[in-house]
């Protein structure tokens, strides 16, 4: 069974950075793109990151891009997100997802909340 | 950016009913749009990708039809545990952009 488990969102200042994990366990990590997609509250979903299977290639919307950086430990299974210059409108719930063979979001995380507020 | 605009924002229908949502895009994107669904306390859910291929293990209830700007999301029977929100996605191209939703309520 597919397991994605996200972790280390919290509350942080305006300005300060925060790095989210991810999990995984159930499929062969090394050999899926992985993705970060986000909600604001009571907002819909927005991608924000992507890597490819060996972490060579990274994507970003303009939104994040220059703050976050998306990266990946094959050998731990695990994805990150390392957040920069974290504003107020980055408060969203993070989920970490597996990408499919045609770019959808195939399996998803629980998520993680990342507060962003003085 | 492609917009991606869903209808309606809100649905309410009763068990065993028929419903459709839509989905249009500001420029084709060929057959690549995904429908998922979110619910409280579970994980988001695949439902459907490329416009029609449903994911493994999405009953036979779901359907997805369109190509180019405009898709619909079908759901016949409604099932009590189909009732939640559905957003749209194109996976066509960079930056992959989603619908802002459709709740489908309890009638």
């Known amino acids: 069974e597919v397991q994605l488990v996200e972790s280390g969102g919290g509350l942080v200042q305006p300005g300060r950075s925060l790095k989210l994990s991810c999990a995984a366990s159930g499929f062969t990590f090394s050999n899926y793109y992985m993705a970060w997609v986000r909600q604001a509250p009571k907002k819909g979903l927005e991608w924000v990151a992507t890597i490819s299977t060996s972490g060579s290639r990274t994507y970003y919307p303009d939104s994040v891009k220059g703050r976050f950086t998306i990266s990946r430990d094959n050998a731990k299974s695990s994805l990150y997100l390392q957040m920069n210059s974290l504003k107020s409108e980055d408060t969203a719930t993070y989920y970490c997802?597996?990408?499919?063979?045609?770019?959808?979001?195939?399996?998803w995380g629980p998520g993680t909340m990342v507060t962003v507020s003085s | 950016d492609v917009q991606m605009t869903q209808s309606p924002s809100n649905l309410a229908a009763s068990p065993g009913e028929s419903v459709s949502i839509n989905c249009k895009a500001s420029k084709s994107i060929s057959k690549y749009l995904a429908w998922y669904q979110q619910k409280p306390g579970k994980a988001n859910k695949l439902l459907i990708y490329s416009g029609s291929t449903l994911q493994s293990g999405t009953p036979s209830r779901f359907s997805g039809s369109g190509s180019g700007t405009d898709f619909t999301l079908t759901i016949r029977n409604l099932e009590p545990e189909d009732f939640g929100l559905y957003y749209c996605?194109?996976?066509?191209?960079?930056?992959?952009?989603f619908g802002a939703g459709t709740k489908l309520e309890l009638k």
């Open positions: 996605q194109q996976h066509n191209e960079y930056p992959y952009t």
């Open positions: 997802a597996s990408v499919g063979v045609l770019w959808y979001f195939d399996f």
